[in-house]
């Protein structure tokens, strides 16, 4: 079991295949467990959460535990003390914490001295408890993943990173597509074996898989009108999905922005999981808090 959740990378081998497996069998039998009887999770987010925030709560919840809350504001994190004193002060109260960052090295930060397991709910560079979700959902519907084609057109950011590096653990094949400038580290591109096609019509032609996520993560809302006028020409719109092919699938981790990366039609139409995938965070959520804060051996 590793020790912390704050990227793809800190997965050992067998460690996704493992989170995969349970998550699956979780949401088959509708699991209840004992693994978290006694133990809280203290949620820390600086920034708005729908579904990671319900999920951990939901998950801890069904796994016998407690989740608790906790509004960065409120808190002071980083303001009203450092960020090493809260997670020495929390670490002697709760079993695990996840935190929503603004800053990568703020997770880094508490899992360097919180003395429990930290998840990252999503920092400013990656978001590993949606990659999984993602995975768990192209799995079930493809029943593998070895070998699948993923299309991802829109911003090069946090979502696509984590994805990147789980697709390539599972050996799928990811195509980018992303406007000049946009394009995620060029070291994570190499890594994950991924080749980018600047025209989202050709990178979909034939793909499995087509996702695309926010062009204006949070954070950037300053950036907004320049990003809105860059990313013209890499919305999602039923006319990309025909140009993939029938056969592909349209992911989105939501929130959506309607009438920017993607349109009504192409969420709510037949070739859309984007509401399974919301589902699968539940599961796979559950199977990583299983293992990593109950002690529950991850099931290859
Ligand atoms: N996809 C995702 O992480 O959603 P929230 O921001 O609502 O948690
Ligand atoms: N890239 C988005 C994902 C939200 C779940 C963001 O960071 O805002």
Redesign the pocket.
């Known amino acids: 079991m590793p020790e912390h959740l704050l990227n793809i990378a800190s997965l050992r081998p067998g460690d996704l295949q493992g989170i995969l497996e349970t998550a699956a069998y979780f949401k088959k039998s509708s699991y209840r467990g004992r693994e978290l009887a006694g133990k809280t999770v203290a949620l820390l987010f600086e ?1 708005p ?1 729908l ?2 925030r319900t999920t951990l709560e939901v998950a801890a919840l069904h796994l016998g535990g407690h989740a608790v809350y906790l509004d960065t504001r409120q808190v002071g994190l980083g303001v009203r003390e450092p960020v090493k004193d809260v997670a020495l002060n929390l670490g002697r109260w709760v079993e695990g914490i996840a935190a929503r960052v603004n800053k990568h090295e703020t997770v880094e930060e508490l899992a360097r001295y919180a003395g429990v397991p930290v998840i990252n709910a ?1 920092s ?1 560079t990656d ?1 590993p408890l ?1 990659a999984l979700a993602d995975l768990l959902t192209l799995r079930e519907h493809f029943g593998r993943l070895e070998g699948l084609r993923l299309a991802y057109v829109g ?1 090069g ?3 696509l990173a984590s994805l990147l590096e789980a697709a390539s653990l599972a050996g799928m094949e990811v195509v980018v597509s992303t406007p000049e400038g946009y394009e995620p580290p060029a070291g994570l591109m190499e890594r994950a074996g991924a080749t980018l096609v600047r025209d989202p019509y050709e990178a979909v032609a034939g793909a499995d898989a087509v996702y695309t ?2 062009w204006v ?3 950037q809302e300053e950036e907004t009108q320049r990003r809105l006028r860059d990313f013209r020409g890499y919305t999602v719109t039923p006319e990309l999905m025909e140009a993939a092919g029938k056969q592909a699938v349209f992911l989105h ?3 959506a922005h309607y009438g920017e990366e993607v349109v009504e039609e192409v969420v709510y139409g037949p070739q859309s999981k984007v509401f399974d995938q919301a589902e699968n965070r539940l599961h796979t959520v559950k199977a990583v808090l299983a293992g990593l804060v109950g002690g529950r051996p991850w099931s290859g």
């Open positions: 920034k959460s579904r990671t999503l400013d978001h949606q911003d950011n946090n979502v996520d926010v993560s949070m954070g981790c939501l929130p």
